[in-house]
């Protein structure tokens, strides 16, 4: 009852698949993604149309936003730093989701390309995290009067950048892949306890941040002439984080491949 | 008999509830010291030793704010209220742009030897979550719908995308 992949298996033949894998029928659904070929195929003539769609949609929305949508009645045209702020933390802390979505794949079903998908969402999502810290800090220093306070909201989202630092580090930490890649997913899931505490620490806390502008239940409390560049924005960050993503995963398995192949002349030479 | 898969996946959901609880339990122990003020009235409850650094946040209470300047420096004397109790304020330096009456404000300080007094050596300006460009808000303002010196805006619904003529016209 071999439901596990070889660890070697997956990655090595990169067309048809090379050995015919015993799979249990429950898991059938989740493993036809499993196989880098069809991933290949799939989305490689994706990526360009992405990064297109997302490289149009931000300018779009951060031209729209900073230059023709009304400064704030109180915080003039600081507040237009919302339109690369806020994207920047939904993707980051979603970017997380998706990335203890992976591990739990990669922990429980052995998923091999969950692997390498928890590998490449680290640098990515570390990276808005970044851009939202760095963004909200010179937002805070004209609007709040400072850079950088450690209340509930600021201190929880600092916390996921080290968490997605700390994945990028022990997922690369081990000479043997594998264990980097367990030890990674189970740091992933950890961390995901966090998620909440970012998005309820504005209420369960006093907080110098304020509370959520945008709630899927109620109305915005953000001027319709704000809301919609700050939309397209969310859009062309979501699709930019996807394209990142998709092109890092499959150069990933192109170099895996390449290495492979290398390593397969390089032995075959000496023989 | 559990597969090998099932066996992990049992594994990982205990260890996430244990976790999460233990996550818990440590943010409800450390409660206080999460959050990043206290109100007025908690300050009242605590009596914090004069000297001992705090931070106290609020609202700039309508009315309170009495600016001067000593030794060339500007002076800013205000109360900060949460509604129940109100702290009256000391500050000596140059306030966030933010600063007005009726506006969410961190002060960070200690309460001085007599008279209840917070001297602040830092004001932070706290700001609501709601946006709206100049015209929308002078159109609430003279429909009467809402004064920013009295509390955060009315609900969104009623202006969130109507036009400020919409909005004026629509009085009460």
Known sequence: MTQDYPNEAPLSGMGEPPLEIVRSKSGAWLHQFANPGRFQRFVQPIIPWLSGVALVLTVVGLVWGFYFAPPDWQQGVTARIMDVHVPAAWVAMNGYAALAICSLLSIVWRHPLADIAAREIGPVGAGFTALCLITGSLWGRPDWGTYWVWDARLTSVLILLFLYL????????????????????????????????????VYWWNSLHQGNSISLTGPSKIYITMLLPLLVCTVAFYLAFLAMVLARISSFIMETKARSLLLAAAEGGRS | ??????????????????????????????????????????????????????????VVQVGTVVMSHRDGKPFTRFRITDGQASIPVVFTGILPDLFRQGQGVVTIGSMARQGGVFRADTVLAKHGASYMPADVEQALRASGKWNPKFGPAPNAATWDNKTPQQIAAAKG
């Open chain 1, 166 to 201: 700390g994945h990028i580090a022990l997922l690369r930490a081990f000479d043997n892949p594998q264990h980097g890649y367990r030890a990674a997913a189970i740091l992933g899931l950890v961390g995901a306890i966090n998620l909440p505490i970012i998005v309820f620490s």
């Open chain 2, 1 to 58: 008999m559990m597969t090998r898969k099932a066996r992990r996946l049992w594994i990982v959901v205990v260890c996430g509830i244990f976790a999460s609880t233990a996550t818990a339990l440590m943010l409800v122990a450390f409660r206080s010291s999460l959050s990043y003020f206290l109100s007025p009235q908690e300050v009242l409850v605590k009596h914090p030793r004069p000297g001992e650094m705090f931070r106290l946040g609020g």
